[in-house]
């Protein structure tokens, strides 16, 4: 049987192992894909472990993905762009990373009709997840993209660790964007929202990376303040899965069904 992995920490609400033997059985194929707690001391390790016993492929999640990128032999251009993976593959006896969030996101925003090109977007957050998803935003040529994050003195940080021609630019009081996107963990850990509320137009659209069964509690603010649509994460968790299961098995997996079967 092929093995596969999801390796983070914490790790045990991850769908990723329920996606991809979904996956599986639309190729006809039985896999093993196991959810690997690790630790910072010991992640170098398991991942030798995973792979020196014929492990294939592993996907990478909070808060490794800065780390996976690092231990890799060799980088895929999407893991070079954002210095961080969150896909690895072994092939050849080396291991290559690859980073699948930042088109996972763009091909949620296809299949949703969600348009980035010539729009104003306001992307929230400079954390891991803003990093993976800047890149491929500014490549889709939007009219703008600026960044909003409650630290400001990270947003520097940030845009010294990803490649992209487009300027993004810092926002300022008073601006509102035709498409947010929220990279903070704000409705995951169900916090305060303490952004302004007229950063929304009357067709703004909003993205909150976090899913939930229920509306988020961005989704649930951004609708609030004015919001046309709010979409959740759950979409480019489904996509990226679906671009790292291409990489390990030549195979594009169909994605529309799974929402439901995983009963969202
Ligand atoms: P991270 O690196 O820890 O970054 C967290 C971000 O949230 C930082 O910008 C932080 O701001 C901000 N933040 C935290 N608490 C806040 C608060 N109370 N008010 C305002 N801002 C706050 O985390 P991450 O890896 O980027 O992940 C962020 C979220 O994205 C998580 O909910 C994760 O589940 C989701 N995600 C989803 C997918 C998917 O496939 N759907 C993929 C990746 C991540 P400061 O800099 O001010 O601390």
Redesign the pocket.
């Known amino acids: 049987m092929k093995k596969f992995a999801v390796i983070g920490n914490p790790i045990e609400h991850s769908l990723s192992p329920t996606i991809h033997t979904l996956f599986a059985q639309e190729q006809g194929e039985v896999i093993d894909y196991k959810k690997l707690l690790s630790t910072k001391n010991t992640f170098q390790e398991d991942i030798k472990l995973f792979f020196d016993n014929e492990g294939i492929g592993m996907n990478v999640?909070?808060?490794f993905?800065d780390n996976a990128y690092l231990i890799s032999d060799e980088n895929d251009k999407s893991s070079i762009l954002c210095k961080s993976a969150n896909t690895l593959f072994k092939k050849d006896n080396k291991i290559k990373s690859y980073n699948t969030?930042g088109d996972?996101l763009l091909n949620d925003f296809d299949k949703n009709s969600i348009d980035v090109e010539n729009k104003k977007i306001l992307v929230i957050?400079?954390?891991?997840?803003?990093?993976?998803i800047l890149t491929t935003l500014c490549n889709r040529k939007p009219n703008s993209v600026h960044i909003l994050?409650?630290?400001k003195n990270?947003i520097p940080i940030i845009l010294d660790n990803i490649k992209t021609n487009t300027t993004i630019n810092i926002y300022e009081e008073g601006m509102n964007f035709d498409l947010i996107i929220n990279?903070?963990?704000?409705?995951?850990?169900n916090?305060?929202?303490?952004?302004p509320k007229n950063i929304f137009m009357n067709d703004s659209i909003s993205y909150d990376?976090?899913?939930s069964k229920q509306k988020t509690k961005f989704q649930l603010w951004s609708e609030e303040s004015g919001a046309k649509e709010a979409y959740n994460?759950?979409g480019?968790?489904i996509e990226?899965a679906a671009l790292s299961y291409e990489i390990w098995n030549n195979y594009k997996p169909d994605t529309t069904h799974i929402k439901k079967s995983l009963g969202f």
């Open positions: 999640t909070i808060p993905k969030d996972g957050g400079a954390g891991g997840a803003a990093k993976s994050n409650r630290t990270k990279t903070t963990s704000i409705s995951m850990i916090s305060e929202i303490i952004f990376l976090f899913y994460g759950l480019m968790l990226q």
